[in-house]
T-cell receptor, first 108, second 116 residues
Framework: GQSLEQPSEVTAVEGAIVQINCTYQTSGFYGLSWYQQHDGGAPTFLSYNALDGLEETGRFSSFLSRSDSYGYLLLQELQMKDSASYFCAYNQGGKLIFGQGTELSVKP | ETGVTQTPRHLVMGMTNKKSLKCEQHLGHNAMYWYKQSAKKPLELMFVYSLEERVENNSVPSRFSPECPNSSHLFLHLHTLQPEDSALYLC???????????????FGEGSRLTVL
């Protein structure tokens, strides 16, 4: 079958580090993406991993292990503005399939 | 204008109405997508157009009819919808074949549809 699993909610405090995990199951896989969506806004692209390893973009990093069908998004030095929903999505060759999203709440 | 723009932003329609959602991308991309986002559910891929040809129709009911007249415009024609079709409809574009592949989609703000 095809599926993506990520936690539905995560809460953290300002300045902390949070990791959002994503596991997937699919017959065709080209890479894993992460998107951020604020309430009422459009999803915006954060990162893409086609190969195993860590990709770093400022305060955000994303990791992929193809052998484990697993990835995560790491957010460092959390800020209040990071409160949003975060989606992992796998590239199935010409289309992106999204997970249910993780709602991150950052508290003061 | 830049990016991906969708109109209307909000739409209320009865089950017997016919309406259309419009999407325009100003990024020079060669692929466009329709996604449906319902509360507490993942973004569901509905249609994919690559180089103006429909390459994906994800088992979407025929009451949704897409149209892609050129690489910059995408429409979603709606008729005899059901209340459960109420959702946020998101349009996106991407450049296939680039280094980023389909890992990076550019989304519009969405059209919030309510079916009464």
């Amino acid at each position: 079958g095809q599926s993506l699993e990520q936690p539905s909610e995560v809460t953290a405090v300002e300045g902390a580090i949070v990791q959002i995990n994503c596991t997937y199951q699919t017959s065709g896989f080209y890479g894993l993406s992460w998107y951020q969506q604020h309430d009422g806004g459009a999803p915006t692209f954060l990162s893409y991993n086609a190969l195993d390893g860590l990709e770093e973009t400022g305060r955000f990093s994303s990791f992929l292990s193809r052998s484990d069908s697993y990835g995560y998004l790491l957010l460092q030095e959390l800020q209040m503005k990071d409160s949003a929903s975060y989606f992992c999505a796998y590239n199935q060759g010409g289309k992106l399939i999204f997970g249910q999203g993780t709602e991150l709440s950052v508290k003061p | 204008e830049t990016g991906v723009t969708q109109t209307p932003r909000h739409l209320v329609m009865g089950m017997t109405n016919k309406k259309s959602l419009k999407c325009e991308q100003h990024l020079g991309h060669n692929a466009m997508y329709w996604y449906k986002q319902s509360a507490k559910k993942p973004l569901e891929l509905m249609f994919v157009y690559s180089l103006e040809e429909r390459v994906e129709n994800n088992s979407v009911p025929s009451r949704f009819s897409p149209e892609c007249p050129n690489s910059s415009h995408l429409f979603l024609h709606l008729h005899t919808l059901q209340p459960e079709d109420s959702a946020l409809y998101l349009c996106a574009s991407s450049q296939e074949g680039s280094a980023g592949g389909v890992g990076e989609l550019f989304f519009g703000e969405g059209s919030r549809l309510t079916v009464l």
